[in-house]
């Protein structure tokens, strides 16, 4: 096998939308140019028009709901991954964050899996709650988690190196599948995100992003309210009727946001909150990229991504008292950071970075 220049295979779980895992296989692509893109679920009109022709997807795809269903098919992805036609290469890269690290059964060539995370939903009851379906859709999903649990773990151990996207997933990867695995950070558009000098900082946090459960958007609207300070609200999900109802007068909704608005709110806002516990978090660093200060619950990627009293602040989890330990820190946040400082933190996100880290490591496998 070359040393130089392995050939390599991309495996991804599925293109169904487009979003951080999405672009961890696009920036992948870009490094193997000659490889292809292998997943059981694709949906080519959620991808960008240059990385379709290097699509292969898999039987399952016809079988897609409009609009990026793909729940019912849930039982059948492992096995889907399993049997995976790969061609002969000297290294497979799949990209995990469900079933793809099963593609082990599908070759002989050692496989990189990078890890979003193991998932959440198979190891940690908590994330199965909410479960669409209500009781019985979680005790499905709960009796599938606890079947396929022993074939995650056996083929994790199969994988011949395992990369972790952040430092709290690497101790999940530890925890759950008794592996050790090596830290390589998503890569993040910071180009996009450059800071803007004449742009001057106003009086207004921001929550960016999709306003979805897990992300937990209503701590943040109840704790700008608690504290009475002005919060602006960029995005939309099912969970913005609850953050709506919760909201004091300090709380302004713009709902979905383009790209362009959502840059200039970047570069004019106080500070950008992240009350969710992200596996890494892209929205944080697109922030810093302008400058501007992060406050983040002190978990999870943000542990990686945030340096408190440097780039912005944590603010501690704990059993209760959530809102309250977030109303303190917003009333009495001080901005006074060194953007400079904030936007090189940043760049070392960057996706030339991350290709450079990938590529170290599938050279040293192969």
Known sequence: MSTASPSVALVHERFTDWAGSEMVVEQLAHEWPQALVHAPVVQAETVPAH????????????LARPGGGYAHLLPLLPVAHARTRLPDVDVVVASHHAFATQVVHATDAPVVAYVH?????????????????????EALLGAFSAAFRPADRRAAGRVHTLVANSSAVAERVERWWGRESVVVHPPVDVDSYAPDPATPREDFFLLAGRLVPYKRPELAVRAATAAGVPLVVAGDGRARAECERVAGPTVRFLGRTTDAEQLDLYRRCRALLMPGVEDFGIVPVEAQATGAPVIAAGAGGALDTVLPGRTGALVPEGADGAVERWAQVLATFDADVDPAAVRAHAESFSRARFRARMREVVTAVA
């Open 51 to 62: 990385l379709r022709p290097r699509l292969r997807p898999g039987r399952l795809s016809p």
């Open 117 to 137: 995370s193991p998932a959440r939903w198979v190891w940690d009851r908590e994330m199965r709650r909410g479960e669409v379906g209500g009781a019985a859709g």
